[in-house]
T-cell receptor
Framework: AQSVTQPDIHITVSEGASLELRCNYS??????LFWYVQSPGQGLQLLLKYFSGDTLVQGIKGFEAEFKRSQSSFNLRKPSVHWSDAAEYFCAVGAAFKAAGNKLTFGGGTRVLVKP | DADVTQTPRNRITKTGKRIMLECSQTKGHDRMYWYRQDPGLGLRLIYYSFDVKDINKGEISDGYSVSRQAQAKFSLSLESAIPNQTALYFC??????????????FGEGSRLTVL
């Protein structure tokens, strides 16, 4: 069965500092990997996704993520955090074929707090 | 207007009551999903539907039922609500055609409290 682990429940970072959120997955086939962000009172918005090719993926809002197959990881990074990045972040994994029906498995989330 | 709309956004109810959460979408997507979010557990899939005649259970379907009234509408029902169904519920859609990138598009959520 597929699973996603986000080891850090909360992270506090100063504005302007770098941010890295960890994500480890377990999946038996070629995974589709996603990072979503949930701002307070909002639904989830896609930050970036990885299917194949270049293992460094660029997303919206200045985020990037690196897929490392050997470590089963898909960590999210941002070089300089803005106050508006305070939110909860979810890593998700899904199957790489249509029959799976886009049934994503989500990690438990990491809540990011940004200090002024 | 949002592409995926959930109603109600907030609901407080009592144990044993029947509750329906509704979802409508204007994205023209075939696939619709209901997820439940609990702190520390992320989102878990309750039910999903590939089209009007195709409805499937997710990992936590017990205590829930769904209805796909039309391509654009997918409702989640709690026949007899219990306190541990207190959670934030999300409807999502995805596109069957095209590149099938697997991306889900979410509504803003329905917060349900069962007393």
């Amino acid at each position: 069965a597929q699973s996603v682990t986000q080891p850090d429940i909360h992270i506090t970072v100063s504005e302007g500092a770098s941010l890295e959120l960890r994500c480890n997955y377990s999946y038996g086939a070629t995974p589709y990997l996603f990072w979503y962000v949930q701002s307070p009172g909002q639904g989830l918005q896609l930050l970036l996704k990885y299917f194949s090719g270049d293992t460094l993926v660029q997303g919206i809002k200045g985020f990037e993520a690196e897929f490392k197959r050997s470590q089963s990881s898909f960590n999210l990074r941002k070089p300089s955090v803005h106050w508006s990045d305070a939110a909860e972040y979810f890593c998700a994994v899904g199957a790489a074929f249509k029959a799976a029906g886009n049934k994503l498995t989500f990690g438990g989330g990491t809540r990011v707090l940004v200090k002024p | 207007d949002a592409d995926v709309t959930q109603t109600p956004r907030n609901r407080i109810t009592k144990t044993g009551k029947r509750i329906m959460l509704e979802c409508s979408q204007t994205k023209g997507h075939d696939r619709m999903y209901w997820y439940r979010q609990d702190p520390g557990l992320g989102l878990r899939l309750i039910y999903y539907s590939f089209d009007v005649k195709d409805i499937n259970k997710g990992e936590i379907s017990d205590g829930y039922s769904v209805s796909r009234q039309a391509q654009a509408k997918f409702s989640l029902s709690l026949e007899s609500a219990i306190p541990n169904q207190t959670a934030l519920y999300f409807c999502a859609t995805s596109d069957l055609t095209g590149s099938d990138t697997g991306e889900l598009f979410f509504g803003e959520g329905s917060r349900l409290t069962v007393l």
